[in-house]
């Protein structure tokens, strides 16, 4: 039970960003920036360790380095962007070389969520 209901919050929770911890800052900073096509936004520490993206309005992805390894995770565990000219974002990812499959593991195949 949400406790808001049972009283008036002075709060209110908005989504504000999401933190991926990554191995290769660079890689993962080309990736989202020059093919998923981010528009990156300014991050307050300087330190080479960070790189900031706007994903919609007043919403971040913050990409962190650090990880020592790649860690595998289920498809369930994903960030759903909204794609539009979608054949020349496949094209994109197939010249780029860049494998996707579809929800049951079909290679170079999509699954139509809308």
């Excluded at 049972?6 to 800052?25: E, G, K, N, Y």
């Excluded at 096509?37 to 080479?48: K, M, V």
């Excluded at 498809?75 to 020349?88: P, Q, S, Y």
């Excluded at 974002?89 to 079909?106: C, M, P, R, T, V």
Aim: net charge negative.
């Amino acid at each position: 039970i949400c406790l808001a209901k049972m009283s008036q919050p002075t709060f209110r929770a908005i989504f504000d960003h999401i933190a991926l911890w990554v191995v290769d800052l660079d890689v993962s900073t080309r990736f989202y920036r020059d093919i998923i096509c981010l528009p990156p936004i300014p991050e307050p520490f300087h330190d080479n360790k960070h790189a900031w993206f706007s994903i919609g309005p007043k919403v971040q992805l913050h990409i962190v380095s650090g990880a020592e390894k790649a860690v595998p995770h289920e498809k369930g565990v994903h960030i759903g962007l909204a794609i539009n000219h979608f054949d020349e974002f496949l094209a994109k990812l197939d010249h780029h070389q860049i494998s996707y499959e579809d929800w049951e593991g079909n290679q170079k195949s999509f699954t139509k969520r809308v």
